[in-house]
Each structure stands twice: as C-alpha cells, then as structure tokens.
C-alpha cells in the first residue's frame, strides 16, 4: 500500500495523469433560446454516447430570449424550451442567477441587438463568453462590446459555424501559399431590424475573411431583389467578393486563389468544428479570432450598407471606421459610468 500512494504522490508532483485526475467538465450557461444552434450545441456537449460528442463542456443551464419583433425568432422559444429539457438543462428566468452558477456562458440570442445588454452582466462576472452571430445588431455595439471585454480582462470571440470549414481551414493555414483573392458565397436573407448582410449574410462574409484576413480598405456593392454581389479591395490591391443569394440555388462556397494554386472553399462541415473551437476557449482562455479581424468583419459588411445609401457607389472603410468608432466611445463612457 505504502509502495502505491508513494507511485500516486510521484505522479502527482510530475504533473503525470492518474486514475481520477480527467480535468473537470465546466458547466455552461446559454443565453437565448430561439436558434436552431441551441439545440445543436447542447446534444454535441450533453450526449457523451453520440458519435459526434465534443468533450469538456457541459451546458447546465439557459435563460431563454427570444425577439419580440422577429416572429421567426420568438415562435421558435417554446418548442425548443421543451427539447432542450430532454438533453438535461435546466430553464431559469434569473440570468444574474444563472451567470453566478456556471463557468462560461454562450450567447446565442437569434437576434444581435441585445447582445450587448446580455454581455454586460457575465463580463462583470469575469465569465468568458461566445457570442454567436451576429455579435450585435450594428458596428457601434459590436465595437462596445470588444472594448467592454477589454476593460473588464475578459476574453470573448465571435464566429459563424462556416469559419470552421476545412477547406476554408486549409487556405488560412497556407495550402495555396499567399492567398492573392477570394469569391465566397452564401445564402443572403434579410431582416429588417439589422444591417442587410448581418443576418445571415454573415456566413459567407465570414469565409471571406478566414481566407482573406483583415485588412479591407475599401468596398462597393450592387444589389438586386434577389442577389447581392460585394466586392472589398484588401491591402496589397487583392480582391475579395461576396456573392448573397435570395434566389435559385444557392448553398456555401467559393474559391480562394492563392500564389501556388487555386482551391475550392466554404463547405459547411457542420456545427462540431465550431464547437471544438469554443471548448478549447473556455478550457484556455486563448481567443481563436481576434478582435481586430471580428471588427474588421462587421466594417466591411457596414461599408456595404453605406455603399448602398450612397447608390451603391464605392466606401472606404476607414470613414466607416472613424464614424463608428466616435459613436462607440460616446456610448461606452455612458455604460461604464452606469
């Protein structure tokens, strides 16, 4: 026995793995509950027998929000409510409760603009947070939201599923050496309420710019009833474009072109490549999409409106930037002197 607990101890101080010693699961809060991802999430991180089951998280408990003006979003609350419960979490109405009770927390709100007022109260908390898209309902908040993370030292990323795809993946990562340009593309319904790519148009600018990277200097759209053609110019003189489809078929996709080949992109693979990334964040901490790149997102997509105010002439992203950026820091000071 003595022999035993002398091999355990030696173990121990070495940092080598022992019966018992799996590192515990952290319990995760969810904000919203009137997106499909909801459910998605919550039976890759709450069925350990699924093929497909990402370890390390458990999601305990949510605090459903749906959007009173977005039918489509609130009718939703309900039926999923139910299914959610069958997967083990628990339903509370106190989100101050629920932050105090979890790790980390997913805010996946359907609808962007209260994201900002859902964030506030788990970065107080010093809880890392991932905002599903889109991270707000405007440039102005998703800056706020950025600089509020960084007052309070609490890590935060946002990210559509479609970031994760392996094929987008392999580009970033140097598959066609230097990327010299992409044409991505993706579905492009609009929501009155936000911004016109923020709503679901987001998944294709989102594979635009894992291959692309920030850097965006300046952009111009056109637009038809049913499609939207973007095209940003990137530091360097590349090109980039983003094609949104309200009619036909449409699908994800596109094409990186690179300085040692040409390559397909932007399949979507899923929901579990995401969901492994979020894990290793609250496990770690380290952000997998930094600020800068989110921010330089949403720019490009607000240049787009600004370029359709302006009869679709083009924007730079810069002007976009000063103007946001003024409107950012006026309503931060407001907040924190609250």
Sequence with gaps: ??????????????????????????????????????????????????????????????YPQGSPDIESSVSRVPGYTAEIRKLGVEVIDDLDAMIAQVDAVLLETNDGRPHLEQVIPVLKAGKRVFIDKPIAGSLVDAIVIFRLAEHYQVPLFSSSSLRYSAAAQA???????????????????????????????????????????????????????????????????????????????????????????????GAYDGYRPLVVEFVKFFQTGGVPVSPAETIDLYAFMEAADESKRRGFTPVKIADVMQQAEAAAAEKLADILRK
């Design 1 to 62: 026995m003595l022999r035993i607990l002398t091999i355990l101890a030696l173990a121990l101080c070495s940092g080598i793995p022992v019966p018992g010693d799996e590192p515990a699961v952290l319990k995760i809060g969810m904000i919203g509950l009137d997106t499909s991802h909801c459910l998605a999430f919550a039976r890759l991180l709450n069925m350990p027998d699924d093929a497909q089951h990402v370890p390390g998280c458990r999601i305990t408990l949510v």
């Design 171 to 265: 580009v970033r990562n140097g598959s066609i050496g230097d990327v010299t340009g992409c044409d991505a593309f993706s579905p492009c319904s609009l929501e009155p309420t936000h911004p016109d790519l923020f709503w679901y148009g987001i998944h294709g600018c989102e594979t635009l710019f894992t291959v692309m990277g920030p850097g965006c200097e300046s952009v111009v759209r056109t637009q038809t009833p049913n499609f939207d053609q973007v095209t940003g110019v990137w530091s360097g003189g590349r090109i980039g474009t983003f094609r949104g489809i309200r009619s036909g078929e449409g699908g994800y996709g596109g094409t990186a072109f690179g300085v040692k080949g040409v390559a397909p992109i």
